[in-house]
């Protein structure tokens, strides 16, 4: 069996709920995205969304000069393959985006639940079949916005809450506080700054949110930070989470295990080159006693394939959703299974389970490949 065609489709959509504050950089409003399809020369069909920050047609194009070319007639089933050879095409001038293997690997994924006629997880090796969820935050107006989101979540049902907070100390405190204030004990909560902090504020808000009782704190210096991050969790009783923009997947993410720069790691199937690297990520840190937080891959496409790698993993706690759920809900028939109780449930029909919604997908397409 051979990749005997692959179709990039290059979108565009606009979604008017979503305001321009919700993330702290601005330009929230519009998603751009890529649809990829892959087609065996026995018919079958591997799909996947692929992200693509703030420019869909210069994500397409590197998708088609340098992702097309490199797995156009090769088989599709020897994943392990072209991964191990796509670092070295990589390195020799093409430097792709982070972003930009993991579709391809997820279309593999695809097929090869097809031909098996798995779902993805069981393909991966069943660990459990329904993941507890936690709701991710956009940048709110402010404390009490955060507090009637957090309690809403709970009363959901649902498992834990993190907070993105706007990024400025004082106020980011009066946030956490109100959180915890609304919820009250026992709820998990989290704090993701997005590296907003210093080495010292880190230091100081750590301490305030171990008396709050958060869960961890995620990404208070860039990932790159190893030695700011290592002195922190050294330092603190609350766990330092992170490790999820860092390029290298697993092979730099050992460092981070393996000199203590954080207490729990990050992978997503969209940022950390798809399926292959997230499975390898999770069974490195399986065996350093770490748990392996899989990271929101922001589109439910996406997260669908993520909530497959969860069922397959014994060292990851929770499924991340951005929340509302309706800004991301997009690109798929089938919406995500998640039950009165706060768990998420994989699909059961042969591979991802990305039922994709080809009227919305082809009025988002302004280009293909």
């Known amino acids: 069996m051979k990749i005997s065609d692959i179709r990039i489709r290059v979108c565009h959509a606009q979604h008017s709920a979503m305001t321009d504050s919700e993330m702290r950089a601005g330009g929230a409003s519009s998603f751009d995205f890529l649809v990829v399809t892959m087609t065996t020369d026995e018919g079958v069909q591997g ?50 985006p982070i972003y930009s ?22 393909l991966l090796g069943e660990y459990r079949k ?35 907070p706007p990024g400025d100390f004082d106020l980011d405190l009066e946030i956490y506080r109100a959180c915890r204030e609304a919820v009250g004990p026992g709820f998990k909560l989290m704090a993701d700054p997005v590296c907003a902090y210093n080495h010292q504020q880190a230091l100081r808000m750590g301490r305030r949110l171990e008396k709050l009782d958060y869960y961890w704190l995620e990404e208070p210096l860039y990932d790159t930070d190893f030695g700011g991050l290592r002195k922190l969790a050294a330092a603190l009783d609350i766990p330092i989470c992170g490790t999820e923009v860092l390029a290298g997947n697993h092979y730099a993410i050992a460092e981070c295990i393996a000199t203590g720069v954080v207490d729990i790691v990050r992978s997503d199937v969209s940022w950390k080159h798809g399926v292959t690297a997230v499975m390898k990520t999770a069974h490195l840190a399986e065996s350093f006693g770490m748990n392996c937080e899989v990271h929101t891959a ?72």
């Open 130 to 164: 329904k993941v507890p969820v936690y709701a991710s935050s956009f940048v709110l107006e402010g404390p009490e916005a955060y507090a009637r989101q957090a309690l809403a979540v709970k009363e959901r049902g649902w498992h834990a809450y993190k907070v993105h």
């Open 298 to 369: 922001i589109y439910h496409p996406l997260e669908v394939v993520n909530l497959h790698c969860c069922c397959a993993m014994s060292n990851c706690e929770f499924f991340e959703l951005l929340y509302p759920l309706e800004y991301m809900n997009f690109g798929m028939r089938t919406p995500l299974h998640i039950d009165a109780e706060g768990y998420a449930h994989a699909p059961e029909t042969p591979g991802a389970g990305f039922d994709p919604d080809w009227d919305f997908i082809e009025n988002a397409t302004v280009e293909v490949f």
């Open 101 to 122: 293997y993991g579709p391809f690997d997820i279309c593999l994924w695809d097929i090869a639940g097809k031909v098996a006629g798995l779902p993805l997880y069981r």
């Open 47 to 96: 799909h996947s969304i692929g992200f693509a920050g703030r420019g869909a047609r210069m994500a397409g194009e590197i998708a088609r000069q340098a992702m097309k070319p490199f797995f156009l007639g090769k088989d599709p089933l020897a994943r392990e393959r072209h991964y191990q050879e796509f670092r070295t095409y990589d390195r020799w001038w093409n430097h792709v």
